[in-house]
């Protein structure tokens, strides 16, 4: 399905005269492939035979051969986002979402919800822009551009400039923006590949692609045709990696993966590249390291753990001083505390873990301390040295680059990239990170979106906005742990954690382990959150005395 979507993509792209007349001819093979049920195009051929293995419908290719037809003839000027979504949801999304929803149903037995159409979106939404972003100088020669004008208009960046193909500061700008918006849409888009395994690896692989290009394209790679500047050596781990664990997952399910009664099943078709010998896969992850203490999970919490806990670590210099040492012994101290607490969120099946580790305001220290915060970050970040990051857990981190070491910077963004397969735990690291300057940055970002035509102000809502913060994909906080003994938020996730439950503790941020963590999530699973409504007791004697 996507190979076929690719070749509609790139005819209608091509930018020659007869683009119509070719995509004419295209769908003509195709219609006659789906009829004799193969076909000597390996595309088609491919497409075919998962139509007639799985009884897909074909009722919408029609109309959505129509549509790229007229994409290649006409394609209207975007004023605004709004109609540039508008325009490509309409014409690769309804497709691609219900073939694939009935494959998945027939084949699997899962089902495709909102939350998974909304991935969908996102991942249409961010191949779209790549898309448009490549082939920008090409369309500038066409008369016409694949991004919202007034986008562009924002960034100083006209027609005649683009068609010139040099790499101005302007475009430069231009770009890099877009590739943020694009990853952030990627990172939504990646909730798909939790229903189900076999599915998991062919969208990550899909995930990964639109990421090498977004790197190509930010480092001034091609923006016309082909996919040349990705580096075909990337492109191609991705690919074999991806098709490795496709298959293997989709082995492992065979028992429960049979074509839907009586259809005719043809031979498969034969490889399409010339097999090329298989990367390792990646080392499984390591399990947690058990407690100190033999300490156990608590049982029995069923529904009621945490999706998302965010961790205010405080008390270090404290610590220190009751013992006489340095302030930079405690945050050292707390290092360890860091890593049980992260053992503990993964005994007990937290799904998001998001730690405090330096405020904005914190620089406001003595210039030794913060440095030697940033020193441990620095240390606590890097797969190679922090053992965490040989367990089951991926690293995000949230904040301002400004002003932080590029040495950190660096640990911070392998890591991430390194961990992104991972699913058992999401640990957030939250580093020169204020939720004023998080929260003011992305007005910022949008009210620029909006003077720029982008956005109209009526657009703008709560989920919309959310989009423009660090980690647009960062869930709502659940329950929000501060130790050390004071009870306030210090600029902590105003924004996730609006509904959060708050649990502080008195015990130094050196002094926790898992238990106390453990304990945190016993205290949040007791309470009764309302968000607003009515509790249980009161809904309860609500219908009763009506
Ligand atoms: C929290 O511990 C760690 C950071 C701010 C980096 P503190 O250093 O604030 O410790 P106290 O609050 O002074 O004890
Ligand atoms: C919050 O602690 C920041 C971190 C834990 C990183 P602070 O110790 O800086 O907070 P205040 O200054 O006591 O509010
Ligand atoms: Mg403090």
């Not at 989920?463 to 009870?487: E, K, M, N, Q």
Request: proline content about 8%; some cysteine.
């Amino acid at each position: 399905m996507y190979g076929h979507g690719r070749v509609l993509d790139d005819l209608s792209d091509s930018g020659r005269a007869d683009a119509a007349e070719r995509i004419d001819a295209w769908v003509r093979a195709m219609e006659e492939d789906l009829a004799r049920g193969t076909g000597t195009d390996p595309v088609r051929r491919a497409l075919t035979h998962a139509v007639t293995t799985w009884d897909l419908p074909t009722g919408q290719l029609p109309a959505s051969f129509a549509t790229y037809r007229r994409d290649a003839a006409e394609r209207p000027g975007f004023t605004s986002w709004e109609q540039w979504h508008a325009y490509w949801h309409a014409l690769s999304f309804p497709v691609g979402v219900t073939r694939l929803a009935t494959l998945l149903g027939e084949a699997t037995g899962t089902r495709l919800g909102p939350r998974d159409a909304e991935a969908l979106r996102r991942w249409t939404d961010a191949f779209n822009l790549v898309d448009a972003l490549r082939d920008l100088r090409q369309d500038a020669h066409l008369g016409r551009v694949a991004l919202p004008l007034p986008v562009l208009a924002a960034h100083g960046v006209t027609l005649a400039d683009l068609r010139t193909g040099r790499r101005t500061p302007q475009l430069h700008a231009l770009v890099r923006e877009l590739a943020v918006t694009a990853h952030g849409w990627l990172d939504d888009a990646d909730g798909l590949a939790d229903r189900h395994p076999a599915l998991a690896a062919s969208w990550r692989t899909l995930i990964r692609l639109q990421r090498l290009q977004l790197r190509a394209l930010e480092r001034g790679r091609p923006r016309s045709g082909g996919r040349r500047g990705t580096g075909r050596l990337r492109r191609a781990l991705v690919l074999h990696t991806g098709r490795l664990h496709a298959a293997l997952n989709w082995r492992r399910l065979g028992a429960v993966l049979t074509p839907p009664q009586g259809a005719p099943v043809p031979a498969p078709p034969p490889p399409l590249t010339p097999v090329v010998p298989r990367p390792r896969p990646a080392e499984p992850p390591l399990p947690p390291r058990p407690h100190a203490g033999g300490a156990r999970p608590p049982a029995g919490l069923g529904d009621r753990v945490p999706r998302h806990v965010a961790i205010i670590m405080d008390g270090n210099g404290r610590w220190a001083a009751e013992r006489g040492l340095p302030r930079p012994r405690g945050h050292a101290a707390g290092q360890s505390a860091l890593r049980d607490v992260v053992y503990g969120a993964l005994e007990l099946g937290i799904p998001h873990l998001t730690l405090y580790g330096l405020s904005t305001e914190n620089w406001k220290r003595p210039a030794a301390e913060v440095e030697e915060i940033l020193r441990l970050l620095g240390e606590g970040a890097d797969a190679d040295r922090e053992e965490v990051f040989a367990r089951d857990v991926r690293l995000w981190w949230s904040g301002l680059p400004e002003g932080l070491p590029a040495g950190l910077l660096d640990a911070l963004e392998s890591t991430v990239r390194r961990t992104a397969h991972r699913r058992g735990l999401t640990l957030t690291l939250c580093v020169n990170y204020g939720g004023r300057a998080e929260i003011t940055a992305a007005a910022r970002k949008l009210a620029g979106d909006v003077a720029g035509g982008g956005v109209h102000p009526s657009a703008v809502t709560a989920p919309l906005f959310a989009r423009y913060l660090h980690r647009p994909a960062l869930p709502d906080v659940d329950l929000l742990i501060r130790t050390g003994g004071d009870h306030r938020l210090s600029n902590f996730l105003p924004w996730q954690a609006a509904y959060a439950e708050l649990v502080f503790l008195d015990t130094l941020w050196p002094d926790l382990d898992r238990t106390g963590l453990w304990r945190a999530v016993e205290t949040y699973a007791r309470r009764e959150r309302r968000f607003g409504g009515l509790g249980e007791a009161a809904a309860q004697g609500r219908i009763e005395s009506t």
